[in-house]
């Protein structure tokens, strides 16, 4: 007789894993199908040990700048030893994961899953395929990095951003095709250990689902470090050879130049992990794009069977991941007041020197909506704390419903902002007003101050510029 559950989730990265949690804290009996490493692509390949290859870039160039804090240093780094720290960042975080599914009681199951009709799941572990059953399931599967058609990624001189985290050798002239958050930190972390970089970018923009004023700032402060940019242009073809990469590179006027790199990184997007897992069979309907369709619960089309994360489309964020895990968890379980998630307050990160963060409606997107708005701006160069830090680029910008004080969105580029976005995610929660964010008290000195300052800017209030 199969196994029965209350709930069994495909796919344990942040949405698969934390929905396991929640659903077991409201009393459901849980179990979890995981086909490589508990906490999914994000954990593993994801998020965290790029935050740990970052961390240890960004050490490495305040080394190489330590006069400018009155320091002396010798700089130099072990690439080797760097992607070693990463791995057990993420093996660190792995076995809390295990630890976390042991404390909830959630069975796992390390197996391929796939759907097997309504309540039906067959998980198969080498030659030996057996069936569960369960009142709901949540498909959870991720997506994966999107290929070039004439150019699939080999690992040696054509990665991924997988490939990217676990080099076998440093690049000297490295290709980034694309620039996305993934392309973007690639870039910067390459960049900032010596690599001539060259980023490729079909739009007008880097960071083109951020503000164009943010956009702007980046791809300035990415040439002065020493990269070379293009945008409107894309990559003809891109061949590998034993000594490194050729690509045909087509710009803004038509025309299609050869380069020769030492490496290529291909950051253009992910598909979702779709294919040989049942949706046809349980009767899941699919958007064009290939993503699960669901509602604002995470419901799908067919009874009983819920999605959440990068599976169902954008944005492809680990935080939206988890947060719809929660909300399918709940609804599932019976509980009330359950909130749809809200897109427009889903705040973006990206992790790059110079960092960028951003929740809501850019200027131009809250100017196509018709409403008339306020827009405040305050640089970092005006903060004490910034200036002190020697981290003074970059500034705080913030937009508003000129009738109603409505905060519409918030675009920061500098230290730290990745953290300080947070203020804002919540004041849209909190559905905070100009005149509650003008009366809060920031603490002085602190990076935070800016985003009060930026509030100001937008009323005509701005007291330090």
């Given at each position: 007789?199969?196994?029965?559950?209350?709930?069994?989730?495909?796919?344990?990265?942040?949405?698969?894993?934390?929905?396991?949690?929640?659903?077991?804290?409201?009393?459901?009996?849980?179990?979890?199908?995981?086909?490589?490493?508990?906490?999914?692509?994000?954990?593993?390949?994801?998020?965290?040990?790029?935050?740990?290859?970052?961390?240890?870039?960004?050490?490495?160039?305040?080394?190489?700048?330590?006069?400018?804090?009155?320091?002396?240093?010798?700089?130099?780094?072990?690439?080797?030893?760097?992607?070693?720290?990463?791995?057990?960042?993420?093996?660190?975080?792995?076995?809390?994961?295990?630890?976390?599914?042991?404390?909830?009681?959630?069975?796992?199951?390390?197996?391929?899953?796939?759907?097997?009709?309504?309540?039906?799941l067959t998980v198969t572990q080498g030659d030996k395929t057996v069936e569960l059953r369960a009142k709901n399931i949540i498909v959870a599967t991720g997506a994966r990095a999107r290929e070039?058609?004439?150019?699939?990624?080999?690992?040696?001189?054509?990665?991924?951003?997988?490939?990217?985290?676990?080099?076998?050798?440093?690049?000297?002239?490295?290709?980034?095709?694309?620039?996305?958050?993934?392309?973007?930190?690639?870039?910067?972390?390459?960049?900032?250990?010596?690599?001539?970089?060259?980023?490729?970018?079909?739009?007008?923009?880097?960071?083109?689902?951020?503000?164009?004023?943010?956009?702007?700032?980046?791809?300035?402060?990415?040439?002065?470090?020493?990269?070379?940019?293009?945008?409107?242009?894309?990559?003809?073809?891109?061949?590998?050879?034993?000594?490194?990469?050729?690509?045909?590179?087509?710009?803004?006027?038509?025309?299609?130049?050869?380069?020769?790199?030492?490496?290529?990184?291909?950051?253009?997007?992910?598909?979702?992990?779709?294919?040989?897992?049942?949706?046809?069979?349980?009767?899941?309907?699919?958007?064009?794009?290939?993503?699960?369709?669901?509602?604002?619960?995470?419901?799908?089309?067919?009874?009983?069977?819920?999605?959440?994360?990068?599976?169902?489309?954008?944005?492809?964020?680990?935080?939206?991941?988890?947060?719809?895990?929660?909300?399918?968890?709940?609804?599932?379980?019976?509980?009330?007041?359950?909130?749809?998630?809200?897109?427009?307050?889903?705040?973006?990160?990206?992790?790059?020197?110079?960092?960028?963060?951003?929740?809501?409606?850019?200027?131009?997107?809250?100017?196509?909506?018709?409403?008339?708005?306020?827009?405040?701006?305050?640089?970092?160069?005006?903060?004490?704390?910034?200036?002190?830090?020697?981290?003074?680029?970059?500034?705080?910008?913030?937009?508003?419903?000129?009738?109603?004080?409505?905060?519409?969105?918030?675009?920061?580029?500098?230290?730290?902002?990745?953290?300080?976005?947070?203020?804002?995610?919540?004041?849209?929660?909190?559905?905070?007003?100009?005149?509650?964010?003008?009366?809060?008290?920031?603490?002085?000195?602190?990076?935070?101050?800016?985003?009060?300052?930026?509030?100001?800017?937008?009323?005509?209030?701005?007291?330090?510029?």
């Amino acid at each position: 007789m199969a196994d029965t559950y209350d709930l069994i989730v495909l796919g344990s990265g942040p949405g698969g894993y934390v929905a396991a949690i929640r659903a077991s804290q409201l009393g459901l009996k849980c179990a979890i199908v995981e086909r490589e490493r508990l906490g999914g692509i994000c954990l593993n390949w994801g998020c965290i040990p790029t935050k740990a290859l970052l961390r240890s870039s960004e050490i490495y160039h305040y080394m190489a700048h330590a006069a400018d804090y009155g320091l002396t240093a010798t700089a130099g780094f072990d690439l080797g030893r760097i992607v070693q720290r990463s791995r057990k960042v993420a093996d660190q975080l792995n076995m809390g994961v295990k630890g976390l599914m042991k404390k909830h009681k959630v069975t796992v199951y390390e197996a391929v899953g796939a759907l097997a009709g309504k309540g039906a799941l067959t998980v198969t572990q080498g030659d030996k395929t057996v069936e569960l059953r369960a009142k709901n399931i949540i498909v959870a599967t991720g997506a994966r990095a999107r290929e070039l058609p004439f150019a699939k990624a080999d690992g040696k001189r054509i990665w991924t951003y997988r490939h990217a985290m676990v080099p076998d050798e440093m690049p000297t002239k490295l290709l980034v095709i694309g620039s996305g958050a993934i392309g973007v930190e690639f870039a910067s972390f390459y960049n900032d250990l010596g690599a001539e970089v060259t980023i490729v970018e079909m739009l007008d923009r880097v960071l083109p689902v951020e503000d164009a004023e943010v956009s702007d700032f980046v791809a300035k402060a990415l040439k002065k470090q020493g990269m070379t940019i293009h945008t409107g242009t894309g990559v003809q073809s891109l061949a590998a050879t034993a000594k490194g990469v050729t690509a045909e590179i087509k710009g803004k006027d038509g025309k299609v130049e050869k380069a020769e790199f030492s490496h290529a990184i291909v950051a253009i997007g992910i598909v979702p992990n779709v294919e040989g897992i049942g949706l046809d069979t349980a009767g899941v309907r699919q958007a064009k794009n290939g993503h699960i369709e669901i509602d604002g619960y995470c419901r799908t089309s067919a009874e009983g069977i819920y999605a959440i994360g990068d599976v169902c489309g954008a944005p492809w964020l680990a935080h939206k991941a988890m947060h719809e895990a929660v909300i399918a968890a709940e609804t599932i379980a019976g509980k009330a007041g359950v909130h749809p998630i809200a897109p427009g307050s889903v705040p973006g990160c990206t992790y790059a020197r110079p960092q960028v963060a951003s929740v809501g409606l850019t200027e131009a997107k809250a100017r196509e909506s018709g409403r008339a708005i306020k827009v405040g701006k305050f640089p970092f160069i005006g903060n004490g704390k910034a200036i002190a830090l020697g981290e003074a680029d970059g500034f705080t910008k913030t937009v508003f419903d000129a009738e109603t004080g409505e905060l519409l969105g918030a675009h920061m580029v500098g230290p730290e902002v990745t953290e300080l976005i947070q203020g804002f995610t919540i004041a849209r929660q909190l559905e905070t007003t100009e005149a509650e964010l003008m009366a809060t008290i920031f603490p002085h000195p602190t990076l935070s101050e800016t985003m009060h300052e930026s509030v100001l800017s937008a009323y005509g209030g701005a007291l330090h510029i």
